[in-house]
C-alpha cells in the first residue's frame, strides 16, 4: 500500500473529525512496515519535560517519522505515541488505541491542542494509568471520559479527533507529553513517589534511553 493510498483511506465525517476507525489494520501496518522501531526515552531525559517545537514542515521527513514512531508503537507494546517519547522534539502523537467499547482508532496529529470541555461534558473516570516513559508503574488518576484534540494531519491539514473512554485519556496522555507533561506530573506527591518505585523496581520489556 502506498502512502497516498494509506492518507486517503483517512477521511473525515460530516462534522470534520477523522475518521480512524477504518481500515485500522491495513493503515498501522503499512505505516509500521515502512517504519524502523527506536528505543523509548524514559522519565528524567529532557526531551520529556519541556514543551515540544511545532511541526512547520509536512513532507517527507515529517512522514518517516510517523511511520518509525508507529514500529517503536508496536515494538513496545503501547497504545499511544509522542515524538519525544522517542527523542524527537515534535509536537507529533500516534495512536493505535480501543475505546470503551472496543471499537480500534488508529492515526496521527500534530500540533494537537485539547479542547475545552463544557461542564457537562467533564465527566471525570479515574482508572489506571501508565506510560511507556515510565515503565511498569501505573497509578489511578481521574482525567475527563471524553476528548476532543484539534492540529494537523501529516499533510498540514486541519483536522479534528475526538475519543471516549480509554481512548478519550490516549489523547489527553498523548498531547500532555508534547507539553512536557507525564502522567505522574498530574499525581500527589505520595502517588508520584510510588509510580517512580514501581518504575525502579520493575523491568522493561523493551528498549530504553539510558539517562546519563
Known sequence: MSQQETDQQAGVDDEGFVVDTEDCEAREAAHRERGTS??????????????????????????????????????????????????????????????????????????????????????????????????????????????????????????KVRGSGYFARCLQHETDHLYGYLYIDRLSKRDRKDALKQMAEGTPRYEVVPND
Not at 47 to 56: A, F, G, N
Not at 65 to 78: C, K, N, P, V, W
Not at 119 to 134: A, F, K
Request: charged residues 25%; proline residues 7%.
Open 38 to 159: 527506536r528505543p523509548i526515552t524514559v522519565v528524567g531525559n529532557p526531551v520529556l519535560h519541556k514543551e515540544c517545537s511545532d511541526v512547520t514542515e509536512f513532507g517527507d521527513e515529517l512522514a518517516q517519522l510517523i511511520d518509525d514512531m508507529f514500529a517503536s508503537q508496536r515494538t513496545a507494546e503501547g497504545v499511544g505515541l509522542a515524538a519525544n517519547q522517542i527523542g524527537v522534539d515534535l509536537k507529533v502523537f500516534v495512536y493505535d488505541c480501543p475505546d470503551d467499547d472496543g471499537v480500534r482508532h488508529v492515526g496521527a496529529i500534530c500540533n494537537p491542542v485539547l479542547e475545552d470541555l463544557a461542564p457537562e461534558q467533564r465527566n471525570l473516570d479515574d482508572s489506571n494509568e501508565g506510560c511507556l516513559s515510565v515503565p511498569t508503574a501505573y497509578a489511578s488518576l481521574a482525567r475527563p471520559d471524553y476528548a476532543v484534540v484539534r492540529g494537523q494531519d501529516a499533510k498540514g491539514n486541519p483536522v
